[in-house]
């Protein structure tokens, strides 16, 4: 609780300032300062923005920061503002007991994002789920085929603009 | 003859083409505890590969949240993980009031902590009779499921339903519960802990279900990270992590449990871990019961928590609050949250990003099956084709969860 209750830092000036010794802000910092776009701590919870060619790179760097469980990883559909599409990974470190968010921000165009499984193997399912949900294609990928929906299924359903009533 | 659309394509090793052998498992078989299909590739009886397929019962519970309100969405979080409910309801409720900064009094948080232990014993209940049934061992499923007719008796006296409880509501939980509540959730635990030594007396011993379990479908702690495996199957590899000791959430830093561990990594280890488990949870709840706090179960916030039924039936101003949450929903501020807690199964996680309105802009759930299936291949590889039956029922997962 008292986590949550920490003032929002909202922005990547005021994170560097208001926790310059965070392990992952530290570990991007050093890493590569350009590709940590964005950040912010709201809810008690951290935020880092990474440039989307980069986020392979970036998870490697948290991972060897010490964040070395990937949890979960999904995509948010931000239709009809751009950039549309959000993929958000949560990473939990075992020795800090704490949680980051990492996300990249994608086009609406061909929306197409590095695949983290060199880095965390289990990230497998979730980058099909995302690709089979949102369309969303991940370079790299070793098995980028649907998980959910059967293999002929026209659009994706997450997506803010797929019907929700009506005839397909 | 080509295959048709959707069935996955099998490449059998170069040179070996004649010798391997691909068989269907599932998705309608008893031992993948639901409709799990599995392709299997397996030269003689030794599994040279696997391939999960998925989706059966892909229900698009994450889009249906998308047209509810937030309260709306409690009863659809029942239903993904059915074995144990109260801690999705938990889980989801504690995302959501992590957003609206709600502070659940201190009963409150005891009560769901009592209710979320005896989720997951039922959870750990149906694991262990239906694992030993896939052993051959029936006896055990019977009497696992004696007491698990004994929870779902305490769930329908809480929230007037067996399995879809939904009662765990966000601000709180649904309502008071009745007032031989605690003394039977008294009854049952005090007589939980040699009921579980009945169980081990009829497993730990016999030599059939040692044998199946031990030394197989072994894990490694450093694969069981990278493949994000959680839960007992993680803890049975030697990983230390229990998010209701390490991360706590809804007053669980006001309880003293041990979190089982072993380091042996196979089938035996899951199973003594869960059995140890069962009987933490016990203590949790004992503890739980000696010092249940008095007071509220529900937050002091009329316009997000519905009012009594006593109260809106004679008071303009809780009459109005019911009319405006039920017809109009609450307005969440926006902003984007996760919430892990540590359920029967594994790490459950919920991802609510909200747009400032009444209902959610998205809910994610991350489900510990989902990414404990991906390690079944790793656990068999190279094994008999009889052990995958002992491997996915030491890996207990529940399709609901994998599919939503």
């Given at each position: 609780m008292t986590e949550a209750l920490k003032p929002t830092l909202a922005n990547k000036a005021a994170v560097l300032e208001?926790?310059?010794?965070?392990?992952?802000?530290?570990?991007?910092?050093?890493?590569?300062?350009?590709?940590?776009?964005?950040?912010?701590?709201?809810?008690?919870?951290?935020?880092?923005?990474?440039?989307?060619?980069?986020?392979?790179?970036?998870?490697?760097?948290?991972?060897?920061?010490?964040?070395?469980?990937?949890?979960?990883?999904?995509?948010?559909?931000?239709?009809?503002?751009?950039?549309?599409?959000?993929?958000?990974?949560?990473?939990?470190?075992?020795?800090?007991?704490?949680?980051?968010?990492?996300?990249?921000?994608l086009d609406e165009v061909d929306p197409s994002v590095e695949s983290i499984t060199a880095v965390w193997a289990g990230a497998n399912y979730y980058e099909r789920e995302v690709f089979d949900l949102f369309g969303i294609r991940f370079e790299g990928h070793p098995n980028l085929r649907r998980i959910m929906l059967p293999d002929e299924w026209k659009g994706h359903p997450l997506r803010k603009d797929y019907p929700v009533e009506g005839y397909r | 003859m080509t295959n048709p659309a959707g069935m996955p394509t099998l490449e059998p090793a170069q040179g070996a083409k004649d010798q391997h052998m691909v068989i269907n498992m599932g998705p309608q078989h008893p031992a993948t505890h639901g409709v799990l299909r599995l392709v299997l590739e397996i030269d003689g009886e030794i599994i040279v590969r696997i391939y999960p397929e998925i989706g059966y019962l892909h229900t698009g519970i994450e889009k249906t949240c998308e047209a509810k309100f937030y309260q709306q969405v409690v009863p659809l979080t029942d239903r993904i993980n059915y074995l144990d409910p109260l801690s999705n309801n938990l889980c989801y409720a504690l995302a959501v009031e992590k957003l609206l900064g709600l502070e659940i009094p201190a009963k409150g948080q005891w009560l769901r902590v009592v209710l979320a232990e005896l989720s997951r014993?039922?959870?750990?209940?149906?694991?262990?009779?239906?694992?030993?049934?896939?052993?051959?061992?029936?006896?055990?499923?019977?009497?696992?499921?004696?007491?698990?007719?004994?929870?779902?008796?305490?769930?329908?006296?809480?929230?007037?339903?067996?399995?879809?409880?939904?009662?765990?509501?966000?601000?709180?939980?649904?309502?008071?519960?009745?007032?031989?509540?605690?003394?039977?959730?008294?009854?049952?635990?005090?007589?939980?802990?040699?009921?579980?030594?009945?169980?081990?007396?009829?497993?730990?011993?016999?030599?059939?279900?040692?044998?199946?379990?031990?030394?197989?479908?072994?894990?490694?702690?450093?694969?069981?990270?990278?493949?994000?495996?959680?839960?007992?199957?993680?803890?049975?590899?030697?990983?230390?992590?229990?998010?209701?000791?390490?991360?706590?959430y809804s007053g669980y830093q006001n309880f003293?449990?041990?979190?089982?561990?072993?380091?042996?990594?196979?089938?035996?280890?899951?199973?003594?871990?869960?059995?140890?488990?069962?009987?933490?949870?016990?203590?949790?709840?004992?503890?739980?019961?000696?010092?249940?706090?008095?007071?509220?179960?529900?937050?002091?916030?009329?316009?997000?928590?519905?009012?009594?039924?006593?109260?809106?039936?004679?008071?303009?101003?809780?009459?109005?609050?019911?009319?405006?949450?039920?017809?109009?929903?609450?307005?969440?501020?926006?902003?984007?949250?996760?919430?892990?807690?540590?359920?029967?199964?594994?790490?459950?996680?919920?991802?609510?990003?909200?747009?400032?309105?009444?209902?959610?802009?998205?809910?994610?759930m991350r489900y510990p099956s989902f990414a404990t299936l991906q390690s079944l291949e790793v656990m068999c590889k190279g094994r008999m084709l009889a052990d995958l039956v002992a491997v996915i029922g030491s890996i207990d997962i529940v399709l609901g969860e994998i599919d939503r």
């Open positions: 208001g926790m310059p010794d965070h392990p992952a802000v530290k570990a991007l910092e050093a890493w590569n300062s350009a590709a940590l776009v964005e950040a912010r701590f709201d809810f008690g919870e951290l935020t880092l923005t990474i440039a989307p060619d980069q986020i392979r790179a970036a998870a490697a760097a948290v991972q060897a920061a010490g964040y070395n469980f990937f949890e979960d990883m999904t995509a948010v559909d931000w239709y009809p503002s751009a950039p549309r599409f959000q993929v958000s990974y949560h990473i939990l470190s075992h020795a800090f007991k704490e949680r980051i968010r990492l996300r990249v921000l | 014993l039922n959870s750990h209940l149906i694991w262990l009779g239906t694992h030993a049934m896939d052993i051959g061992a029936l006896t055990v499923f019977l009497y696992t499921f004696r007491e698990r007719e004994d929870i779902l008796r305490l769930f329908e006296a809480v929230a007037g339903q067996r399995m879809m409880t939904s009662y765990i509501r966000i601000g709180g939980v649904s309502m008071e519960p009745p007032l031989d509540f605690f003394s039977r959730v008294q009854a049952f635990i005090s007589s939980l802990p040699e009921k579980i030594d009945e169980y081990a007396n009829l497993l730990t011993g016999n030599p059939i279900f040692r044998n199946r379990l031990k030394g197989v479908g072994y894990l490694s702690s450093a694969d069981a990270i990278a493949l994000g495996v959680t839960g007992p199957p993680l803890r049975a590899s030697g990983v230390d992590i229990d998010l209701r000791r390490d991360m706590p003293e449990f041990k979190v089982p561990t072993s380091t042996d990594g196979d089938c035996w280890a899951r199973y003594e871990v869960r059995l140890v488990e069962m009987r933490e949870s016990v203590k949790i709840i004992q503890q739980a019961l000696d010092g249940m706090p008095e007071g509220a179960v529900k937050a002091d916030a009329p316009k997000i928590v519905l009012p009594d039924r006593e109260k809106m039936k004679t008071q303009m101003e809780a009459l109005i609050h019911h009319f405006k949450i039920i017809t109009e929903g609450f307005e969440v501020p926006a902003g984007e949250v996760y919430q892990g807690i540590e359920a029967g199964h594994g790490q459950t996680g919920y991802y609510v990003v909200s747009d400032g309105t009444s209902k959610p802009y998205r809910v994610h």
